[in-house]
Every structure is written in C-alpha cells, then in structure tokens.
Nanobody, 126 residues
C-alpha cells in the first residue's frame, strides 16, 4: 500500500484548505484511514479518522466542528477539509491507513496505524 498526501500550503488564519490522500496498491474501499499532524518539537497527534463500514467519523477535540474527513471511493482518496484555520493548526499533516478495522479506543493512537504517507505541510499565518 502506498499513500500520497497533497494539498498543504500557506493560508491566513480563518482560511480553508483541503488535503487529499491517494491510496494505491490494494482495494482501497476496504481500508481504515486517518489524519495525524506533527508540529515542530511536538509529538504526532491524532486529527481525524474514518473506519471501513462505519458511518461515524472521529475527530480530535481541537478540530471538531472545523475539520471534516471524507472518503471518495471512486478516486481511492480520502480528504480532510479544514475550515476556520488557526495558527496552532500549523503542522505537517500525515495520512495513515490500517488494513484491519481498529477498535474505537485505539483510533487516536499513532501506533495503531500501519501505513503512512509522506506528509504535507500546512502553515497558518496570524
């Protein structure tokens, strides 16, 4: 499985960006996908996730109501729509994939996810 993240860039506070992560290598629609982010000097943290066969989506409290994760099965892509961006959202964003469905309590743990994209940088200026 290979993941390719894109869509990062520089945006002013209050603006929006849409990140995309294209998956290849196996049947995409069977996978569980997530976004994490890592700011300089900080640990990688969970942002959002969507599980195979689950209509629910999962978000970190810090992005809830501002970010939205979605899956485009036709294009084998997962998106992260980021609205009302804040300077504290500045980080490198990584998409992640897990073949087997993770239990709810493990979704926010980076060690749960098996495959990672290369990251895309998001910079929010004040």
């Amino acid at each position: 499985v290979q993941l390719q993240a894109s869509g990062g860039g520089l945006v002013q506070a209050g603006g929006s960006l849409r990140l995309s992560c294209a998956a290849s290598g196996r049947t995409y629609s069977l996978f569980n996908l997530a976004w994490f982010r890592q700011a300089p000097g900080r640990e990688r943290e969970f942002v959002a996730a969507i599980r195979r066969g689950d209509t629910n989506t999962y978000y970190a409290d810090s992005v809830k109501g501002r970010f939205a994760i979605s899956r485009d099965m036709a294009e084998n892509t997962v998106h992260l729509q980021m609205n009302s961006l804040k300077p504290e959202d500045t980080a490198t964003y990584y998409c992640a994939l897990k073949v087997n469905r993770p239990i709810t309590s493990a979704i926010r743990n980076a060690d749960t996810w098996h495959y990672w994209g290369q990251g895309t940088l998001v910079t929010v200026s004040s």
